[in-house]
């Protein structure tokens, strides 16, 4: 019996051409069925695999903690450290950089505690590496010797803070041309400098450099500049740092009333200066 499927055929309206396409890809998906159950299956378990990373993570992490707990365990000494080492003791670049820079102007650390004095390094990081600090004595060197075994600091001459020039300055511990500068702009207003302490009211002088000025530098007050408060004008007073407009005002103001004025009592006295004030500004005075 011969069947006739040609009528069927076109009834779908398949063309030879896509007849013998659609046998092709037939045949492939066959193939593909036959191969899904032929070749084994190896099956990946993910869950394996990220236990595995996760240990290893551990491990990396426990052995960078390890290391970093190690370094912040040895001696080191302020005065030559390098800043590698420094950062690798838990201080940041620019705590590091800090101290760096204090050596390199001429600041010395003598014993542990003094990496206090460091601009910018708080308590809780002194604290972690005063106990690894181990400050050695040097043979001639920063002033010290060695004598028998025992470091002792030699005797050095100390300028007078009020006649030094800016080349004397720039050679002294913790300070820059910068400071300096600072340092006799600020002396030349005051009319010098009564106290060391009045060194702290230079701008940018931090601790850590007025400590170290202290062992260096002496105040004579025999050459004070002063001013003459009965025969000054308003310019000439408004150039000194104690005083303010309204300070000036009053005090123009009282001599008017007065004619003369006998002495910074008299001022406090009148309420025309506080006592602090007074005190702050007598030393430049004269009546």
Not at 99 to 113: C, D, E, L
Not at 233 to 240: A, M, P, S, T, Y
């Amino acid at each position: 019996m011969n069947l006739n499927i040609e009528p069927f055929l076109h009834w779908f309206g398949y063309s030879r051409r896509e007849r013998r396409s659609t046998f092709i890809l037939f045949i492939i998906l066959i193939i593909a069925i036959l191969l899904r159950f032929i070749v084994p299956r190896k099956d990946i378990e993910l869950k394996d695999i990220s236990g595995l990373l996760a240990s290893g993570n551990n491990e990396n992490d426990s052995l960078l903690t390890s290391t970093r707990d190690t370094s912040a365990h040895y001696k080191f000494d302020p005065n030559s450290v390098s800043f590698d080492t420094l950062t690798s003791l838990g201080l940041s670049e620019k705590q590091a950089r800090t101290i760096i820079s204090y050596r390199n102007k001429g600041g010395r650390f003598r014993q542990p505690s003094d990496i206090k004095n460091i601009y910018g390094i708080d308590e809780p990081a002194s604290a972690r590496i005063i106990p690894f600090i181990n400050i050695e004595k040097r043979k001639g060197q920063y002033g010290y010797l060695q004598s028998g075994g025992v470091g002792y600091q030699k005797k050095r001459e100390r300028i007078d803070i009020n006649k030094a020039d800016s080349a004397m300055l720039v050679k002294l511990p913790g300070l820059g041309p910068v400071l300096s500068s600072r340092i006799i702009k600020y002396r030349r207003l005051l009319g010098g400098f009564v106290s060391l302490e009045q060194l702290k009211e230079v701008y940018g002088l931090h601790e850590s450099a007025y400590n170290l000025l202290q062992e260096r530098v002496f105040a004579d007050t025999s050459g004070l500049t002063k001013i003459n408060i009965n025969k000054s004008n308003i310019k000439e007073l408004l150039k000194h740092p104690y005083l303010d407009r309204y300070d000036i005002q009053a005090i123009m103001k009282f001599k008017e009333i007065e004619g003369r004025i006998s002495g910074i009592s008299e001022l406090v006295e009148n309420k025309v200066l506080s006592a602090d004030k007074a005190n702050r500004i007598s030393p430049y005075l004269k009546f």
